[in-house]
Structure formats: structure tokens, C-alpha cells
């Protein structure tokens, strides 16, 4: 079992930046994916960016260049550093890690941000 925690979540104006934590617990050694989704109002929940056992990150299209997705091994800790902000942004933002036996989620974080 994997346990995952989110917090740093936010309301914040348009072109300004958050950095989301997700921390880690539990069987942590077999996770193999761990990331990002997010979803806004009436929509459906979309990849935002992860990152493998090998370090290979991927990004949505509509975060590139603003997004990055980093982790400290040492801490369990995965974070989501955004900038330049956008109101489209405006989501609940769910960290997910994947391992063998499936895949987990947070309890998701409210980023909003305003124009």
C-alpha cells in the first residue's frame, strides 16, 4: 500500500507561482510512476506530468515551459513547481503513484487562480 498526502495548494493571481508537495508513504520502494492530475470544474481529470523510477518526466502540452516535477528521494517526496500561472490552471491537483499491485491517490490540493 502506498499512502500519499498532498499539500501547498492555493489561490494565487494569474502569473504567479505554487509549489505543491506530495509525500509519500508506505511500500514507496516499489512505486514505479509518480505524478500529477488535475481537475477543473465540469471537466475530466487530466495528466499534468510524472516522473519515473528512471528519472523520465513527461508534461502536458498546456504545462510545458511553466510546470516542472521534481522529487527527494530521501524525503518520499514529490513536488510540482508552477509558474506563471494561468486561470485555466484552476483545478483540484491530485498526486498518483502507480506500482505492480495498481495505481493511488491523494486526497487532491485546490489550486485557484485568479485573473
Known amino acids: 500500500q502506498v499512502q500519499l498526502v498532498e499539500s501547498g495548494g492555493g489561490l494565487v493571481q494569474a502569473g504567479g507561482s505554487l509549489r505543491l508537495s506530495c509525500a509519500a508513504s508506505?511500500?514507496?520502494?516499489?512505486?514505479?510512476?509518480i505524478g500529477w492530475y488535475r481537475q477543473a470544474p465540469g471537466k475530466q481529470r487530466e495528466l499534468v506530468t510524472n516522473?519515473?523510477?528512471?528519472?523520465?518526466?513527461n508534461y502536458a502540452d498546456s504545462v510545458k515551459g511553466r510546470f516542472t516535477i521534481s522529487r527527494d528521494s530521501a524525503k518520499n517526496t514529490v513536488y510540482l513547481q508552477m509558474n506563471n500561472l494561468k486561470p485555466e490552471d484552476t483545478a483540484v491537483y491530485y498526486c498518483?503513484?502507480?506500482?505492480?499491485?495498481?495505481?493511488?491517490w491523494g486526497q487532491g490540493t485546490q489550486v485557484t487562480v485568479s485573473s
Open positions: 508506505g511500500t514507496t520502494f516499489s512505486i514505479t510512476v
Open positions: 498518483y503513484a502507480v506500482n505492480a499491485l495498481g495505481t493511488y
Open positions: 516522473i519515473g523510477s528512471g528519472g523520465r518526466t
